[in-house]
Each structure stands twice: as C-alpha cells, then as structure tokens.
C-alpha cells in the first residue's frame, strides 16, 4: 500500500471557505514537507515541519508523529490557492529523501 | 530563495534515443534530487545525490543514470529512452534546513 497516502484525493470549493487536507503514514515518518503544485506546473515549498504546528498566513499544518498523520488547513481560501498539494515524508529508513503522497487536487470556484 | 534551473524544459525524442536532462542550482546546497511526475503516482524519486561525485539510487531508478559533476550540476541521462519514460522530471536542490527546492521542470516526450 502507499506509504503517504493524502485525503480527499480532489475538492472543490467556494471562495472564502475552509478546508483540511490529510496525509495518513504507513512510515516512521519524522519530518514532513508540504508542497503546492500551481496551475502552471511550478513546485512550491509551504511548510517543512518538524512534530508540531506552524502557521503562515492563511494557511496552518500540524505533524503528529504518534499518530501518524498531517494536516494542512486553508482558511478563508482564495483563488490562487487553487493547484494540487502534496505532502512528502522523510523517516528512519531512507534519511535524506522524501516519499511524497499522490496529492489532493483542490480547485477554488468563484 | 534558492535557484534551481532545468534545461531542457521540453524535449521529444524517439524510442531507443540518447537524451540528458540538466540541472544547476546556485546556492552550494549539497543535496540534490530527481524525480519523475505521472498521473496517479505522485513523484517518484529516479537518484539522488549529496556532492559532486557522490550517487545514491532511488525508488525508479532503472533505465536511468546519473552523474553529479560539480556541487551545482547533477544530470540525468536516458542512454536508450522507451515511451515508459515519457513523464514530467523534476530536480530539486535541499537546504541546510532541509527545505527542498524545485526546478521548472523538463517534459519529456518519447515517441
């Protein structure tokens, strides 16, 4: 099965609402990274997180270790948050990569 | 921010063909990468290196070679390229803070 596996897979939203991405861990994962894919194709740093949370702008992921899972929360989401997210996981058994999920393809509607 | 330039950014090539896809990054990180995007599978990570000279296999790694010719240059070559390997390649360079940083991106086409 996959190591990250990312829920939902797609969504689709109104401007202005929230959402939650997740991504489940099959792996000791001990950091994770979160990625926006824009429309264009670019690939975009969005948080590198240790367990714990962090929180810019409109955006706030948290990484439970324990647990096994991430989130990224987008609030009050606007169009340019449109694109596919992707979580990656680095763990104990191949430190120094990362293994990404399939990604959450969100679209934000007018 | 860190750079990291891909070239080419588009290529078509025929089957059994010789292409090499190029990667600079001008912020003397000693991490790079390179990995392959298909529908379906995410990125998948093809080599990996943490200097020049220096070469560690990934996940896809078959039909594929890699060479690290100075800290900022780390290349990716198709000596035999099949229609398999039509997929969007991406490079990325990882920061004393292990933030990862990518490329534009290089499409490759193969016919």
């Known amino acids: 099965g996959d190591k990250v596996k990312q829920s939902p897979s797609a969504l689709s939203l109104q401007e202005g609402t929230n959402s939650a991405l997740r991504c489940n861990f099959s792996?000791?994962?001990?950091?994770v990274q979160w990625f926006l894919q824009n429309p264009r194709g670019s690939l975009i740093n969005l948080f590198y997180?240790?367990?714990g949370t962090k929180e810019n702008g409109r955006l706030k992921s948290a990484f439970d270790s324990k647990e096994s899972y991430s989130t990224l929360h987008i609030r009050d989401a606007q169009l340019e948050d449109s694109g596919t997210y992707f979580c990656?996981?680095?763990?104990?058994?191949?430190?120094?990569?990362?293994?990404f999920g399939k990604g959450t393809q969100l679209i934000i509607q007018p | 921010e860190a750079a990291v330039t891909q070239s080419p950014r588009n290529k078509v090539t025929v089957t059994g063909g010789n292409v090499t896809l190029s990667c600079r990054q001008t912020?003397?990180?000693?991490?790079m990468y390179w990995y392959r995007q298909d529908t379906g599978h995410g990125l998948r990570l093809i080599h990996y290196?943490?200097?020049?000279?220096?070469?560690q296999i990934g996940d896809v790694p078959d039909g594929y070679k890699a060479t690290r010719t100075t800290q900022e240059d780390f290349f990716l070559l198709l000596e035999l390229a099949s229609p398999s390997q039509t997929s969007l390649y991406f490079c990325?360079?990882?920061?004393?803070?292990?933030?990862?940083?990518f490329g534009e991106g290089s499409r490759l086409i193969v016919v």
């Open positions: 990325a360079s990882r920061d004393i803070g292990n933030t990862l940083y």
């Open positions: 792996i000791a994962a001990t950091t």
């Open positions: 997180l240790v367990p």
């Open positions: 990656a996981a680095e763990n104990t058994e191949g430190a120094d990569r990362l293994t």
């Open positions: 912020n003397s990180h000693n991490y």
């Open positions: 290196s943490y200097g020049a000279g220096n070469l």
